[in-house]
């Protein structure tokens, strides 16, 4: 059997067990790692274990377990980091004083590249489609390889929950919104690393969720 286009690894990192995404394509060993928080040692072995070449560094949004050390470490590899959406500038901007908050190093950065909704992203020879998904911040993105039916939410959705919207700048409807108008449509059996915790399926969480299944929506 051949080889899938791609794969993927999920390294927990920081004191907040943030799923961080090593992704990677087959046919050219180029990778990328999504929301690279912290634990930089941890994320270096993970990338010499599977023997691949990082060439950028992908953000869902700018919290700071998400990324934190993310602008120390694309500088260390020598690599841009593209994402989140422009609207996340303001949490970008206080990395430094969330990571005091929480007691973790949080060092503010210059994206490479900025994304909006309906850009897409490339990795070796893999091209993921991004969709703009605000609600836990403003400037929250999805990464989705339709081929593989894998999508990399970050804190948009979680199996059995959704992403917080009380931080400064959240919104619970446009939270709801993004989920139902551009996460349900990548389909049911569409499977998602979600920013904590385990995976699931789209189809599993319109069926089981508590705060966003098909059943629940309706209700309110």
Partial sequence: MSEPPLKAAIVPVTPLQQNCTLLWCTKTKRAAFVDPGGDLPKLRA???????TVEK?????????????????????????????????????RLEEDGRR??????????????????????????????????HTPGHVVFHHPQSKLAIVGD?????SIG??????????QLVESITTRLWP???????????GPMST????RATNPLVSDRALAAA
């Fill in 186 to 196: 990548m389909g049911d059996d569409t499977a998602f690393v979600p920013g904590h």
């Fill in 156 to 160: 948009v959705l979680f199996k059995g």
């Fill in 164 to 173: 917080r919207w009380d931080f400064p700048m959240g919104d619970h409807a």
């Fill in 202 to 205: 789209f189809g599993h969480e």
């Fill in 57 to 93: 560094v992908l953000l869902t949004h700018a919290h700071i377990d998400h990324a934190g050390q993310a602008g120390e470490f694309a500088a260390e590899l020598g690599v841009a980091i593209e994402g989140p959406h422009e609207a996340d500038r303001f949490w970008i901007d």
């Fill in 102 to 135: 929480w007691g973790l190093r949080g060092v503010p950065f210059e994206p490479g590249r900025w994304l909006r909704d309906g850009d897409a992203v490339t990795v070796g020879e893999l091209v993921l489609d991004v969709r703009h998904c605000p609600g």
């Fill in 46 to 52: 993970a990338a010499a274990q599977v023997q691949v």
